[in-house]
């Protein structure tokens, strides 16, 4: 199962064969993890049942993800790694409110919802997952600024925008909400928060420190400062 | 220990004498709970070393706030219940810029930092700690509406602005880093969320939804949608 470990490669290394039994393996291991989590939460996680669920043996469980912390983290790494449709309608408030009403209807999907929601808790149990989900939150943030991107060729956004950052905008108020405060979330919230992040962009709140409209102008004229 | 129970009182329920013994006693059992939390986190939080902490004898601890998530749970309630001040400058934007500052400033603070960080994850393990966490966020989103509601009375923002809104959208980017994403949180990141809710609240955006602004105005003009 593990590949030729070659002199200069860290032991433990799989060697990535596309397509090949390594990457099927992982597909089904972290399947297993992936519904194991979800089941139990990780306080009932175990490398055991992952092996019978996957039916992979434990001890290439142990070898290849070294215990629960390391599956978590690469089920985060796999989930990470899938392609999500971008939306692309011409207009950066419009394809940020996709965006967060996508996160909105995922989450609090009946069907949907529980995996990546216990995938997430979880990782925040472990430093092997607090590290994945940074990672993972930093590649969604990173495939998404495309919107913004977009929207900066066609002279909808201030040059120098940091499109990972209108991202985050748009969509850290859903995960407070569903992570930290445990407050409801609607689909009102959902758009609301992209149209915050639209306005602020649009200001140039994420341009550069230099650039940066420190001081937005009011639509309205607030008091004298 | 326990007060008397009257016929209408649910069992256990101890009777608030504030400034008294009771008092007291909470007082020393929260503060025990915070200094253990922040040295074990909830992992190894038990209700021996709050008991041998705090000099309240166990029994007490498991009568009155039922185990750890019992103690987790009113520690925030208690924390929630803390007078902390507002900012008041007179202008909006600078009061949610001091409210994200002092955020950013405790959560990172390594003095300052530790515990409350220990309390809302700790928080998280539970349903009644969860509970308590929705808790202390409604409240402080409601003590910190007052910075909108003066600015609604200023003129500054439209009438029927929900204050607790702006505060919500100004401080959820920052819990986002420090409890989700993990993303790492600096002084410019809190001042543009505090620019971005006072843009969008400016905006109309946290206004009910039939008086919204539903497609906030580019200040630069967007593309025709």
Not at 22 to 34: F, G, K, M, P, Y
Not at 61 to 72: F, S, T
Not at 98 to 110: A, L, Q
Not at 166 to 173: E, G, K, L, M, S
């Amino acid at each position: 199962m593990s590949g030729a470990n070659h002199p200069e490669q860290p032991p433990h290394t799989p060697t990535p064969r596309p397509g090949g039994r390594s990457a099927r393996v992982r597909a089904e291991v972290v399947a297993a993890t992936l519904a194991e989590v979800t089941a139990t939460g990780y306080d009932g996680l175990t490398v055991e049942a992952v092996a019978t669920r996957s039916g992979v043996h434990k001890a290439t469980l142990y070898r290849r993800w070294c215990g629960v912390d390391g599956l978590v983290a690469d089920a985060l790494t796999a989930s990470a790694d899938q392609p999500w449709p971008l939306p692309d309608t011409g207009d950066l408030q419009q394809d940020l409110r996709r965006i967060t009403h996508e996160v909105f209807s995922v989450f609090t999907d009946p069907e949907l919802g529980p995996t990546p929601t216990a995938l997430i808790s979880a990782a925040q149990r472990s430093d092997a997952g607090a590290t994945a989900l940074r990672a993972f939150f930093a590649t969604r943030h990173r495939q998404a600024a495309e919107v913004a991107e977009r929207a900066v060729a066609r002279g909808e956004l201030p040059a120098g925008t940091d499109g990972a950052e209108v991202v985050r905008a748009a969509t850290a108020p859903l995960y407070y909400r569903l992570f930290v405060s445990g407050e409801p979330l609607d689909a009102r919230s959902a758009e609301r928060a992209a149209d915050a992040a639209t306005l602020a962009a649009r200001a140039g709140l994420f341009t550069p420190a230099e650039d940066a409209t420190a001081t937005p102008t009011a639509p309205e004229a607030g008091p004298a400062t």
